[in-house]
């Protein structure tokens, strides 16, 4: 069983800066593919970045695009992401996924076999 530990979120202004976490409880991280996704109250689940198995593969929501750089270490098992010039917009909570199929970074949510429970992100105006 996998488990996906996110942390890092909180209360910050528009402009500012943050950084997510994830830790995975995996013998092997890097055969994962790990996304983001966040989820805005009433709306659906968006793809936010995603990374392949050894880091050299990204890809992001064309929202997030130039603000939102997503990371991995594989020998601590976590994957980051670092998210600057907060927008109000960018308000959600956020979580992680793991793909254990995927080589590359994939966009589509439904590619993911783990998640986690989700790290709260607020961006005032």
């Known amino acids: 069983q996998v488990q996906l530990v996110e942390s890092g979120g909180g209360l910050v202004q528009a402009g500012g800066s943050l950084r997510l976490s994830c830790a995975a409880s995996?013998?092997?991280?890097?055969?994962?593919?790990m996304g983001w996704f966040r989820q805005a109250p009433g709306k659906g689940r968006d793809f936010v970045a995603a990374?392949?198995?050894?880091?050299?593969?990204?890809d992001y929501g064309n929202s997030v695009k130039g603000r939102f750089t997503i990371s991995r270490d594989n020998a601590k098992n976590t994957v980051y992401l670092q998210m600057n010039s907060l927008k109000p917009e960018d308000t959600a909570v956020y979580y992680c996924?793991?793909?254990?199929?995927?080589?590359?970074?994939?966009?589509?949510?439904?590619?993911?076999?783990?998640w986690g429970q989700g790290t709260q992100v607020t961006v005032s105006s």
């Open positions: 995996v013998r092997v991280f890097s055969r994962y593919a």
């Open positions: 990374i392949s198995r050894s880091g050299e593969g990204t």
């Open positions: 996924a793991a793909d254990v199929r995927g080589l590359g970074a994939e966009k589509n949510p439904t590619e993911y076999d783990y």
